[in-house]
């Protein structure tokens, strides 16, 4: 199958988990990523991080657009692009953002997957703009928190992603796309460790180099135990939905945004297909680590760099079609 035309809508700098889920994007090839926007607070900051990163995986051909600026506000990263100079980027850098993800969805002869792993901001201002992107594009989204109230002792909570803009979600809920969520419910579940963690955390690629650097500086913010396990993957989830669902237990359900930030279901809501359970959860946490380790697990436990190997554990994972989003954002 040819590589699905994806555009990526990112608030890369403040949760770290948006380095990884870029990362992981970028070293899967069901994936032709066509377009990076950034979204809130100081959007330019935001870009320096992805064009370094880009740099880094030799993929200057994507271009960056710079989305809504709301504020100055940096975040835990900015050592990293502290000495980086945007202009010296050598691919493409594109000043309004709204108009550039606009453009990749409108001008593409193929259906685009637009991927937000932050805020809705852009997305809202974009079908403000030219509504027509809804008919153009699918939407798959990192957001909500469902279900955790069935458990009588958790209560569904205001998102992060979702409570930045409530204003921005409910247009993207209303807007005649299809939609697909990544809430809480799955993506908070998703942890590295071990085994796991260790062939990520001393893999020598480039690109993986620079996201384990990335969490190192984010994690002295908030004294994470940076050498023994991941952060909360979240992103990496809708990251994966932009091609794939078997690992997941996918749920058809009525989905409605209040003003204060809740994805609640209700039966007069409009239907969307939420991400509600794992099937294989250990096999989503190899398929991340094979791609960003170019490494795979041998039979008898544990990791080894064999590429062969790493080709045929993707295959594998990819023919089954292949702790909630904390305020680390406050």
Known sequence: MSPIPVVLDTDIGTDIDDTWALALMLRSPEVDLKLITTATGDTTYRARIVARLLEAAGRTDIPIGIGLRQSEETGPQEPWVRDYDLSSYPGCILSDGVGALIDAIVTSAQQVTLVAIGPLTNIGAALDREPLIAERARFVGMLGDLRHGLDSSILPTPEYNVRCDPSACQRVFEAPWSITMAPLDTCALVTLAGDKY?????CADPLTRAVVENYRIWGRSFAAPVEERSSVLYDTVAVYLAFAEDLLAMERLRVRVTDDGLTLIDSAAREVSCAR????LSAF???????LSGTAPRAAGGYGRSRSTLRSTEAQTVSRRSRRRTSLRV
């Open 198 to 202: 260790a062939a990520v955390r001393d």
């Open 285 to 291: 946490e190899d398929l991340v680590v094979a791609r």
């Open 277 to 280: 359970a794992w099937r294989d």
